[in-house]
């Protein structure tokens, strides 16, 4: 990237933040806005390789990518936040959504509600639904595994194969059209045991 801007205030970006307005002044309370601008500049350089940019955060002047992609518009983007404001920047130009499993509980049935408001905040800001995959990730528990501190208190899916590939359809029937799998614990015989349940998945 040639020129790359330097921010022009402190704080954190990129994270989402359901409870961002209102809130009182300060870098926390204006975290998604600073996002929203970088979000501007890093998805119109993918996809159309440059951009002339003034913002309240972030300066852009004159920016051009180099060397380009290969893909004609850039390459895809995925989001992944449960946060409205962060839906309607994000949902006019990513291609898929993603959520963690601690939003979803670690549930198919904690799909739906998630799902509706992907839906109803997609409508809103005129994008078709259909157009947005929808990925979550999935907590699997293999032999050894004694859960994850970053994931909440949520019951991991487990059991024989044949278990877990009736798991994992059951996201599919939410309308999931791909899945992250997150092997607890994290080790090569951990996602050989898991792979055990492909073959019940993919017969259907």
């Avoid at 899916?157 to 059951?170: D, K």
């Amino acid at each position: 990237m040639h020129g790359v801007p330097e921010p022009r205030a402190s704080g954190q970006e990129g994270r989402d933040d359901r409870r961002d307005e209102p809130r009182p002044p300060g870098p926390r309370a204006r975290r998604v806005s600073r996002f929203e601008e970088a979000f501007t500049i890093i998805r119109t350089l993918l996809a159309e390789g440059e951009i002339d940019f003034a913002g309240r955060f972030y300066t852009a002047r004159d920016l051009e990518l180099l060397p380009r992609g290969p893909r004609p518009g850039g390459p895809p983007l995925m989001v992944g936040t449960t946060g409205e404001r962060m839906l309607r920047i994000t949902l006019p130009y990513v291609t898929s959504w993603n959520a963690w499993y601690r939003h979803t509980r670690n549930r198919p049935e904690g799909v739906r509600p998630l799902r509706e408001m992907v839906d109803r905040v997609g409508g809103e800001v005129g994008r078709d639904p259909a157009d947005v995959e929808r990925t979550v990730a999935v907590l699997v528990h293999a032999t050894g595994g004694r859960g994850r501190e970053t994931g909440g208190n949520v019951e991991p899916l487990g059991g024989s194969p044949e278990q877990i590939a009736e798991g994992l359809r059951a996201y599919a029937d939410e309308g999931i059209g791909h899945v992250q799998l997150v092997i607890d614990p994290i080790a090569v015989a951990s996602i050989e045991e898991v792979a055990r349940a492909l073959p019940f998945l993919d017969a259907g």
